[in-house]
């Protein structure tokens, strides 16, 4: 479903972190966008707005107008490095001198045996197109030393991180070092993680697990 990620980091944002804090979504297909739309109404979200465009030129976005940008696995989606590369220094363009940055998306694992194991690991608990799309995701997902190259020639001046997950770069994220939050806040975000699901809590701390083991600090978890 179109903006899942999105509407949730909207949703605990302003009710844990920032109350008035407003989002804008950006995606090139009218059909998601749709979907989208569709999904904020039903969820009675007030603090996103959508906008058609395209993520590797943000021409009509104003230089220097966002506090942060933040993409949960979409980059895999650009078709090639000089793409990326656009998308990076579009990034660089649109954010404040001291902005933040997440981007988290799959990484390409060297090997295809891995790719496969990954991907058709649980094939008998789910439909067959979802296992193939997640191969063909991994095939074109970017290597995470991609990301580091670019993020220092296109994200030039920028606090910044690299990590990927331990023993095989299956996700990886680029985002900028840890700022200090409150006590509150952090038992905000403590509680929240309690009110998952029991599977989505087990998805998160795996997560967790593989980024430590790679080099993550200060898990507010």
Known sequence: MAGVY??????????????????????????????????????????????????????????KSFDGVMSTLALHHLPTMKHLRLCFHEIHRILIDNGALYLFDLGRPKSLKT?????????????????????????????????????????????????????????????SKDRALDPDQIGKLKAARKNLSSFCRSDLDQLRYFFKRN?????LF
């Open 115 to 175: 790719i496969l194991a990954m991907a058709y690991i649980h094939e008998e608990r789910q439909a067959h197109a979802f296992s193939v799309d997640s191969e063909r995701s991994w095939r074109a997902a970017f290597l995470p030393e991609d990301f580091r190259a670019l993020a220092a020639e296109e994200l030039p001046g920028r606090d910044l991180e690299c990590l990927s997950t331990w023993i095989s770069p299956l996700m990886m994220m680029l985002k």
């Open 215 to 219: 080099g993550l600090q200060n898990d």
């Open 6 to 63: 999105l509407f949730s980091v909207a949703r605990a944002s302003q009710a844990l972190l920032n109350p008035e804090i407003e989002f804008l979504g950006v995606d090139l297909s009218d059909a998601m966008l749709a979907s989208a739309a569709e999904h904020l109404t039903a969820l009675g979200i007030k603090n996103v707005k959508l906008q058609k465009g395209d993520i590797t030129d943000l021409s009509f976005l104003a230089s």
